[in-house]
């Protein structure tokens, strides 16, 4: 019995619908995890952007070393460090809020990258006729460039969105009931791993296509050139 169920293996059938409720309670932690890192990612990345193009070198240069630093070292780690160190310093986060944040912060650091892309791509025109204009530079990159520069990067964007919800299952290490961990404590319970492990399978497959449709479709739907001031 686990989770108040009880199965009988001795049918497949049987026992993959008497599974299914609870892989599905996991999927949709799987899914929150997903969309709460990938909000973490879109902030921070956006800092980090915005940091890494400051012309002060003081600034500019610290936020590089450190978005190369969180790219250069491996997940695990840095969920790690978050789950076990911060809580010596008195930061003691649930296992859920910190496996989120752990995979937010990995990605920062390549969505900042996305953003430096997406903002560069943007006419230097643009620029100068906002300041004709006499837009501040925070209105000019908020109501200029960003409003232009978002539609170029929604599909790498996606890429990062489906790339995290595949690095969920790391979270299972420091505890949190995401979909593979629920899947391997069934397995463990009945000894049977080849039909929960296969439904995860099938549910992830299910879980990237959806959100690969969704980004293909807003990709389509937003204008490429955005916003075009004359």
């Known amino acids: 019995m686990l989770f108040g169920i009880e199965w009988d293996t001795s049918s497949d059938l049987a026992f993959a619908i008497s599974i299914l409720p609870i892989l599905l309670r996991g999927m949709i932690v799987t899914i929150q995890a997903t969309f709460l890192g990938?909000?973490?990612?879109?902030?921070?990345?956006?800092?980090f952007a915005a940091l890494k193009a400051a012309?002060?070198?003081v600034i500019s240069w610290p936020a590089t070393l450190l978005t190369e630093f969180i790219r250069d070292t491996p997940?695990?780690?840095?969920?790690?460090?978050?789950?076990?160190?911060?809580?010596?310093?008195?930061?003691?986060?649930?296992?859920?809020?910190?496996g989120a944040l752990a995979l937010g912060l990995q990605y920062s650091a390549?969505?900042?990258?996305?953003?430096?892309?997406?903002?560069?791509?943007?006419?230097?025109?643009?620029?100068?006729?906002a300041r004709a204009?006499?837009?501040?530079?925070?209105?000019?990159?908020?109501?200029?460039?960003?409003?232009?520069?978002?539609p170029r990067i929604i599909p790498a964007m996606g890429n990062y969105l489906v790339s995290i919800m595949k690095d969920v299952p790391v979270l299972s290490v420091v505890t949190?009931?995401?979909?593979?961990?629920?899947a391997q404590i069934v397995g463990d319970r009945t000894f049977n791993y080849l039909i929960p492990l296969s439904?995860?399978?099938g549910l992830y497959m299910i879980m990237t296509l959806v959100a690969s449709s969704g980004v293909r479709w807003l990709d389509q739907s937003l204008p490429k050139r955005g916003l075009s001031l004359k």
């Open 38 to 47: 990938f909000f973490v990612a879109l902030v921070l990345g956006l800092i």
């Open 55 to 57: 012309p002060l070198k």
């Open 75 to 98: 997940l695990l780690i840095q969920l790690f460090f978050l789950y076990y160190v911060l809580p010596e310093y008195g930061l003691l986060f649930p296992a859920f809020l910190t």
């Open 110 to 129: 390549y969505t900042a990258e996305v953003y430096r892309a997406g903002i560069e791509a943007i006419a230097k025109g643009q620029h100068e006729a």
């Open 133 to 150: 204009l006499n837009y501040s530079t925070l209105r000019t990159f908020t109501h200029v460039v960003m409003l232009q520069a978002i």
């Open 176 to 182: 949190v009931l995401e979909m593979l961990n629920v």
């Open 199 to 201: 439904m995860v399978g």
